[in-house]
């Protein structure tokens, strides 16, 4: 009656050993998955705040040029031109400071000191 018992806890023992290494095949797939959408995630949201930067910088210039338009008229189509095309050498100098192609601003590394 033992010997059956005891195959019995065997058989149990096996198939919990085998679920249990099922359940962490699982797991560690899910854990995959998860670091992965992570950074998904992270490749979104820079995607996202270098178009708003890119766009930003345009606007900028191009109002920046409408208002010195305004103030002095005699520059009133070449100040817009002007201003428009400066404030896109800052956006595209920002994406590629964003992206690590440039290195950043020195003025930028002096206020962080001070802050630290």
Known sequence: MTD???DGLEQRRKRLSAELAE???EEAAEARKDAQSEESRRGMALGLKISSEFIAA???GAMLGYLLGLVWPASKPW???IMLLLGFCA????VLRAVGMVAPSPLADKD???KG
């Open 58 to 60: 345009i606007a900028v």
């Open 79 to 81: 100040g817009l031109i």
């Open 4 to 6: 059956n018992r005891d």
């Open 112 to 114: 962080e000191t001070k």
């Open 23 to 25: 359940q962490r095949v």
């Open 91 to 94: 956006a595209v100098l920002n």
